[in-house]
């Protein structure tokens, strides 16, 4: 007798390997059988059509604060996730002494965007260390997973208190530290986290406390996470400004991915119209690193930062001298332009890679049609406009313009300030070395482009509209890889024996829905939540917690504690 049987799944394993479709048993939170399946069960689901993968892993969430308002961990548990990973970026609420709270709430309200009454009212501080940290969240129902890592902010404010946003540390004081980070890990953290941003401050204006660390303090710090043979280090620094920059930080993992034999989570690379080159260097430093057998990983966001616009009442090209000089006219006689030989010739010579781009692409792969008011150009919608004039056999000028005109200049464009290379996105998404996420869940609460569904828009965007890459290839990196990473071995795959977190979709239907502005936070502030669709069962350690969409009232979310290796 299982508790739950999900019956005719296409399974997705998590390791990458080709799917199938088989049953999968459930008993005791943990998958017992895949196959056919023919015994009872007290919960048969009938996922017939429907993709059967692991819960996916968020690895780099912010929800220190939330999870204790919000044990469901809204809106993350609407997209698959099943486990969060927070105490990222060196941004922990633990250790933290009761002198220590007021400055530890300040990194979370700059550096995360997060209202400072929000984080007042709703941390209960029930804690001063890691273990009491963990405990409390233990004691309280979680929809979710989650996973902690230890903090270098958290653990330099409690061990040298103000002098912490001032200087170095002393020797003592290192040692103070190690013996922090030590007990963060024994309590069960799945790695450390420190911040070296240069753009990352406290609310009061002072740098974030390990921004002050010197390498010696760095080293020693990750040496304690080598020493304990578990968990990874996560190293949050800025884009590379300078080869300065660039030259240190790459000096610094060397040394910390030496020391500890462990893996590293470092670069956020992604790619960027306004540094349009700066991925493939990334890219290469960190396949270098590797190639000299360190455990060294980059990661990504799956997100676009996008702009729509239309030919109608328009700015987003204004980079473009000619562009400009015709989207500045009145609206007929700029349609009258538009229609004109010449005008499309001069227009055409602005939109070409090798010009100097500062927030625009300038290639017509990458803009790509958003929305069109017209019947007969419904099959445009979703397409680039080198697609559409390889379709039509016309320039991509005509193809665009003829286009627009024909309705009026209303036709909807759109184009990514981020990732909108999708030949540089495919090469980023599909590196071994490169982990796909970087939601920032929790954090930013304003931001009308939410993380939490990272998840959802690999799978609709990335790999079932554009193609990146196989759905296998692109569940493996959401789950087996995280959990590897972190050495959370008993979950991201599918196998007998490993706990039942399992995430049910419909790869055709999977997509985000448009972010909402609630007021739900403590004391009411106001943040961004985001829907999924095509999602039909979220399951954590065997019990339902989301049925399309909506929770089941199952509170089966558990705290991971690192086992070791
Ligand atoms: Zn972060």
């Known amino acids: 007798m299982y508790d739950l049987l999900l019956k005719n799944g296409r399974i997705y394993d998590g390791s990458g390997m080709p799917s199938f479709v088989a049953d999968l048993a459930i008993r005791d939170g943990r998958i017992v059988a895949i196959g056919r399946i023919n015994e009872a069960a007290t919960r048969i689901l009938d996922v017939d059509g429907l993709a059967v993968a692991p819960g996916i892993i968020d690895f780099h969430t912010h929800f220190d604060a939330q999870i204790w308002w919000d044990p469901l961990g809204s809106s993350s548990n609407e997209h698959g996730v099943t486990t ?31 209202p400072r009454n929000t984080l007042k009212a709703g941390i209960p501080w029930e804690w001063t260390n890691h273990g009491q940290y963990l405990d409390a969240l ?31 540390a002393k020797d003592s004081e290192i040692s103070e530290m190690e013996e922090l980070v030590r007990q963060g890990l024994a309590a069960g953290a799945f ?18 406390p390990s921004r002050f660390a010197s390498l010696h303090e760095i080293e020693r710090l990750c040496r304690v996470v080598g020493q304990n043979q578990r968990g990874a280090v996560q190293f949050t620094h800025g884009a590379f400004a300078t080869p300065e920059h660039v030259a240190r930080i790459s000096q610094w993992y060397d040394t910390i991915l030496g020391e500890t034999r462990r893996p590293l989570i470092g670069e956020s690379i992604r790619h960027r119209w306004s540094e349009p080159d700066l991925w493939r260097k990334q890219l290469d430093d960190v ?46 006689s700029r349609k009258e332009a538009l229609h ?35 019947t007969e150009h419904k099959s445009l919608q979703g397409k680039s406009i080198e697609e559409i004039s390889g379709l039509q056999r016309k320039s991509a000028i005509d193809a665009m313009l003829d286009l627009s005109l024909d309705e009026e200049l209303e036709t909807v464009f759109e184009d990514s300030i981020t990732q909108g290379d999708e030949k540089a996105v495919a090469a980023i998404f599909r590196s071994p070395y ?48 995280p959990a590897s990473i972190f050495g959370i071995h008993d979950r991201g795959l599918l196998r007998p024996g490993m706990a039942a977190d399992v995430f049910v979709f419909d790869p055709v239907a ?26 039909r069962y979220t399951i954590v350690n065997g019990s339902v917690l989301m049925d399309n969409g909506a929770h089941t009232g199952a509170y089966p979310g558990k705290v991971l504690r690192s086992q070791g290796v």
Request: glycine share 8%; aromatic share 8%.
């Open 84 to 114: 969060v990973i927070f105490g990222n970026c060196g941004l922990t609420l633990t250790p933290c002494k009761p002198e220590g709270r007021d400055a530890l709430i300040g990194n979370f309200v700059r550096v995360e965007a997060m």
């Open 138 to 168: 233990s004691r309280r129902p979680l929809g979710l997973n989650v996973a902690t890592l230890v903090g270098h902010c958290a653990v330099r404010q409690y061990a040298m208190g103000e002098a912490s946003v001032e200087r170095e």
């Open 191 to 208: 790695g450390f986290s420190t911040n070296s941003n240069q753009s990352h401050f406290r609310e009061d204006g002072k740098p974030v």
């Open 287 to 332: 396949e270098a690193r590797a190639r000299r057998g360190a455990a060294s990983f980059a990661m990504t966001t799956t997100r676009l930062a996008l702009r729509r616009w239309a030919l109608k009442d328009s700015n987003r090209l204004d980079e473009m001298p000619a562009w400009k000089k015709v989207m500045s006219m009145p609206l007929e």
């Open 340 to 374: 004109n030989q010449q005008t499309r010739k001069e227009l055409a010579e602005e939109v070409v890679p090798s010009r100097p781009a500062i927030n625009f692409s300038r290639r017509w792969d990458s803009i790509f049609v958003n929305k069109v008011y017209r």
């Open 434 to 481: 490169v982990m796909l996420g970087q939601s920032d869940a929790g954090a930013h609460v304003a931001s009308a482009n939410p993380g939490f569904g990272f998840g959802t828009f690999l799978l609709s965007y990335w790999v079932r509209q554009r193609g990146i890459m196989p759905m296998e290839e692109a569940i493996r990196k959401l789950t087996f890889m």
């Open 510 to 535: 999977i997509d985000l829905e448009k972010p909402e502005q609630v007021n739900d936070l403590p004391e009411g502030a106001p943040r961004y939540i985001q829907h999924a669709r095509g999602i």
